[in-house]
Antibody
Framework: QVQLVESGGGVVQPGRSLRVSCAASGFIFSSYDMHWVRQAPGKGLEWVAVVRYDRSNKYYADSVKGRFTISRDNSKNTLYLQMNSLRAEDTAVYYC?????????????WGQGSLVTVSS | QSALTQPASVSGSPGQSITISCTGTSSDVGGYNYVSWYQQHPGKAPKLMIYDVSNRPSGVSNRFSGSKSGNTASLTISGLQAEDEADYYCSSYTSTSSLVFGGGTKLTVL
């Protein structure tokens, strides 16, 4: 079955950088578009970014554009999110998510999330 | 991109039906048939319940159904059960090649 395991979260100071990773298994990773979605403590869901299965295109939410970079290594079945110039409002659980077919049709399988806390 | 508008809370008794609305604009909900719905229990990851406005993934109960009219999408849960108590989020594709979520609706089963 699909398994998505996020790692790399933690406490980081404002303005610093952090990279979270997602190890995928149980499906053909290289065939699926992959997303990051975040959820601030006690708040709703916010879509962050998506990368096409073949890395041909990447799309970002306005709130992270220019600061965050989504990438993937299909040889390692791993998805990444490089987060630079972090702000307090980036504090959230970051979920790694597979797409249901084309990336905009639905967010199918979710990891358990990795908590990123931006605080001095 | 502004968040889609959902009611903060809805409630219903076991066996009843409830509907959660999700209002956007012609640049998202009204412009595309790519609305999806998610269920989230406390402390858990979200679960996809509806995609492409009205399609259910394999394994999702047929008590859950989706529809759309103009700029407003709706999720209906019939035969309400205690286990349906959760937060529900809608999402839509947008004209700026992004996804946008609603603010979420807390469903209480009385």
């Amino acid at each position: 079955q699909v398994q998505l395991v996020e790692s790399g979260g933690g406490v980081v100071q404002p303005g610093r950088s952090l990279r979270v990773s997602c190890a995928a298994s149980g499906f053909i990773f290289s065939s699926y578009d992959m997303h990051w979605v975040r959820q601030a403590p006690g708040k709703g869901l916010e879509w962050v970014a998506v990368v096409r299965y073949d890395r041909s295109n990447k799309y970002y939410a306005d709130s992270v554009k220019g600061r965050f970079t989504i990438s993937r290594d299909n040889s390692k079945n791993t998805l990444y999110l490089q987060m630079n110039s972090l702000r307090a409002e980036d504090t959230a659980v970051y979920y790694c998510v597979t797409s249901l077919g084309l990336w905009f049709r639905g967010l199918d399988s979710w990891g358990q999330g990795s908590l990123v806390t931006v605080s001095s | 991109q502004s968040a889609l508008t959902q009611p903060a809370s809805v409630s219903g008794s076991p066996g009843q039906s409830i509907t959660i609305s999700c209002t956007g604009t012609s640049s998202d909900v009204g412009g595309y048939n790519y609305v999806s719905w998610y269920q989230q229990h406390p402390g858990k990851a979200p679960k996809l319940m509806i995609y492409d406005v009205s399609n259910r993934p394999s394994g999702v109960s047929n008590r859950f159904s989706g529809s759309k009219s103009g700029n407003t999408a709706s999720l209906t849960i019939s035969g309400l059960q205690a286990e349906d108590e959760a937060d529900y989020y809608c999402s839509s594709y947008t004209s700026t090649s992004s996804l946008v979520f609603g603010g979420g609706t807390k469903l209480t089963v009385l």
